[in-house]
């Protein structure tokens, strides 16, 4: 189920119809009327249906745990956002495919959740609206692109830096299919499911931003991970930009 909000309240979905364009990639939105556009999250994904369920939501235990360790070989158990995030932030990682999997999953949950905390309404938008298409590839930026590298790592850091989309460090990049607010994307050797969990304003300049979550899986290998952006354009003729990763710590 998807809600959509404004600030304070929890009007239905129907409600808000003509606050945000249906049009598909390079339209922007603006506010009609004087009207705010509304924060949106997935509550499929969150598993919150309000705002104010945020706090009861990352207490919640994770079920089963996930056992991680450090360069020092220690080992602690993930039972919850709070210590995801601060073991994290002091260097244990999973160690196995599903548990990196997974834990990255959980780890962009409790981010996220942690980020609607302070989200307002913006008060335009220039980023796509649903039903995305193949020309959102177009508008993608290079910071989607697997590394593999430090060459890699460093020309899409530079890529990303200099607004060019994924296509410029990833030629085979193709998009595969989109569904309510998943966008697939495939390219040599791997493909990745980016996966819209909130529109708002995060950074209070007004425009809407996307929290987007990027998981990577490499075909014929065991290299899976999740990542969590704060994206945003101010013009629907530009790449799609990261404002920050965010990551544990940060």
């Not at 945000?20 to 999250?41: K, L």
């Not at 079920?63 to 080992?75: F, H, P, Q, V």
């Not at 919850?80 to 990196?100: E, N, S, V, W």
């Not at 075909?219 to 354009?233: A, I, K, Q, W």
Request: proline residues 5%; hydrophobic residues 40%.
């Amino acid at each position: 189920m998807l809600l959509s909000v404004l600030a304070a309240c929890s009007p239905p979905r129907s409600a808000n119809r003509g606050v945000e364009s249906s049009s598909s990639e390079g339209t922007a939105s603006r506010a009609q009327a004087g009207q705010a556009i509304p924060v949106w999250w997935s509550t499929s994904e969150l598993g919150i249906a309000r705002l104010s369920d945020i706090d009861s939501e990352l207490a919640k235990p994770f079920e089963g745990g996930i056992t991680l360790s450090n360069a020092e070989r220690e080992k602690a158990l993930v039972a919850d956002c709070a210590t995801a995030r601060d073991l994290q932030a002091r260097g244990f990682a999973a160690q196995y495919p599903r548990d990196i999997s997974t834990l990255g999953v959980l780890t962009a949950k409790c981010l996220a959740l942690e980020a609607l905390r302070t989200v307002k309404p913006a008060r335009m938008s220039f980023l796509p609206t649903r039903p995305y298409s193949a020309s959102i590839i177009e508008f993608l930026p290079a910071a989607l692109a697997p590394t593999g590298s430090a060459a890699r790592a460093i020309a899409i850091q530079r890529a990303t830096a200099g607004g060019q989309p994924i296509r410029m460090v990833e030629v085979t990049v193709a998009f595969e299919a989109a569904r309510d607010e998943e966008i697939l994307i495939k390219g040599e050797g791997w493909q990745e499911t980016l996966t819209l969990l909130g529109r708002g304003d995060f950074d209070a300049d007004g425009k809407q931003d996307w929290l987007l979550r990027a998981d990577l899986a490499m075909e014929g290998g065991t290299n899976h991970n999740s990542r969590l952006f704060l994206m945003s354009r101010d013009s629907p003729d530009e790449v799609i930009a990261v404002k920050r990763e965010l990551k544990p710590g940060r």
